[in-house]
């Protein structure tokens, strides 16, 4: 009897669960994060107004780490005063007390200022090492010379006195974006040095493990992308690194083109392990290139890599019509081979799949791009409008194609401040085989107060049989 009664609740309890994933379609918030499915951490208008995330990953336990900034607002002064942001979130998106020692603001840890005198740092990129610690990297500007940083904070959220100086290392002249280790436990940033001719150009830095400078890598621990003599501008924004330890990079670089009083394609390169141009890629290590011949702004913001060596990137290009019109920049994603053609069996358009999103919307950017695990690609999109702003996600195939059981024609838009102003989805990641979005929120017309939302999504519930 006491065999029948288990199965009986076992089946009961099947049939529960088979019932709220028939209930739950793909892409719906998840009830059991934070409370409706976001999670919100909020400033409290004194140390603080405004909170943005840039950056998420999610730990091995699952617990969230983010990156981003803290913003005062000083009565009369227009002047920011954003420091930069590390917050860790448990499972199910309530604030981690363990990391920080605020307790009137568990789980966030604002830094003072790193650099005397800049008014604007951030952090825009985030990697959480095995032992829980956390590696960021972000740019000191404003009121001040501009400073790429790199940090190091233990799993409590200190920082961490044996890596670079007293858990800083310190960039000067250079805006620092995207950050990833190496087999080695090397860390590799990317970014842009400032000055000199050309003004701006890509730089790629890899440090050894203790924040020092790997003196095997280019020159002194350093590369920067640009071609000698020709002063044209350059800049990166996306980093990869390959199973054999290759860094690929991706950004924006001005080539001169007719027709166009300035022109700014695709970037993308290939460094070996020393920092070298990888001459098997695109026939000598860096490809300039567009998706439209009609563009002329065009660059790539978020890479991946996958198995096969294969290169997915998501990027901007600067949309045209026939007869003129312009609707400022819209979100392309493509594939290049491993040895950086392009894959013309990806996408709708062979190799790429050009997006034309929110029609009333203008200057929309990909924030993020990851692998929802089952092979499909997903993004987050931040744009510009002139009525209220969403989280926007896009989910396409594994070849590229927008996937319609996602969204609407594979676009996801989601309202996290239903009684504010906009929201912005800025970053992106998996968190044990569910999308996790995060960003900003502003969500009261009669507050300047901005919130960090995030979010996560339902992924593959629904199943015709009730099966997985």
């Known amino acids: 009897m006491n065999v029948l009664k288990t199965l009986a609740r076992a089946c009961c309890a099947i049939i529960a669960l088979a019932s709220m994933s028939l209930l739950a379609a793909d892409g719906d918030l998840d009830p059991a994060f934070g409370s409706a499915g976001v999670a919100y951490i909020s400033p409290d208008g004194v140390t603080g107004h405004q909170l943005r995330a840039r950056s998420v990953v999610s730990r091995g336990d699952g ?14 002064s227009p002047d920011p005063q954003r420091r930069p942001l590390l917050a860790r979130l448990n499972v199910d998106g309530s604030p981690d007390p363990s990391f920080g020692d605020d307790v009137d603001h568990p789980g966030i840890v604002v830094f003072d200022s790193f650099f005397v005198g800049t008014q604007e740092q951030e952090i825009e990129g985030v990697l959480v090492l095995a032992d829980g610690s956390v590696i960021a990297t972000g740019t000191a500007t404003a009121f001040g010379p501009t400073r790429g940083f790199v940090i190091k904070v233990d799993a409590s959220g200190q920082l961490d006195g044996d890596f670079g100086n007293r858990g800083v290392v310190e960039v000067p002249n250079s805006y620092l974006h995207a950050i990833a280790t190496d087999s080695l436990g090397r860390v590799v940033v990317a970014g842009e040095r400032v000055g000199g001719d050309p003004l701006y150009r890509g730089l790629v830095m890899r440090l050894l493990s203790d924040g020092n400078f790997d003196d095997t890598f280019g020159f002194r621990g350093e590369v920067t992308l640009f071609e000698e003599g020709v002063d044209q501008l350059g800049y990166l924004r996306a980093l990869a690194i390959d199973a054999g330890n290759r860094i690929v990079v991706g950004g924006q670089y001005q080539v001169p083109q007719a027709g166009f009083i300035d022109n700014y394609d695709l970037s993308i390169a290939r460094l070996g392990t020393d920092g070298q141009l990888d001459p098997s890629f695109a026939g000598g290590g860096w490809r ?16 991946l890599i996958q198995a096969d060596g294969s290169i997915v990137f998501a990027g901007f290009y600067h949309q045209f019509e ?10 392309v994603i493509g594939r290049l081979d491993q040895d950086g053609a392009t ?14 999103l929110l029609p009333l919307a203008f200057n929309r950017y990909p924030t993020a791009l990851i692998d929802d695990g089952q092979g499909r690609f997903m993004l987050a999109v931040e744009y510009a409008i002139s009525g209220k702003s969403n989280f926007v996600a896009l989910r396409t195939s594994g070849d590229g194609v927008p996937d319609p059981a996602f969204g609407v024609g594979g676009v996801l838009e989601l309202d996290l401040a239903p009684q504010g102003i906009y929201s912005q989805s800025l970053a992106m990641t998996v968190q044990q085989d569910q999308p996790l979005l995060a960003g900003a929120a502003h969500r009261s017309t009669a507050s300047t107060l901005v919130d960090i939302a995030v979010t996560r999504l339902f992924n593959d519930t629904l199943f015709a049989d009730g099966f997985e």
């Open 322 to 331: 026939q007869g003129g019109n312009d609707f400022g920049t819209n979100v």
């Open 63 to 76: 617990r969230i780490v983010l990156g981003g900034s803290r913003n005062y607002l000083r009565p009369g």
């Open 288 to 303: 300039r290139f567009n998706v439209a011949a009609d563009s002329d702004f065009d660059g790539i913001d978020r890479l």
């Open 343 to 356: 894959d013309a069996s990806f996408g709708t358009d062979a190799g790429y799949t050009r997006m034309s």
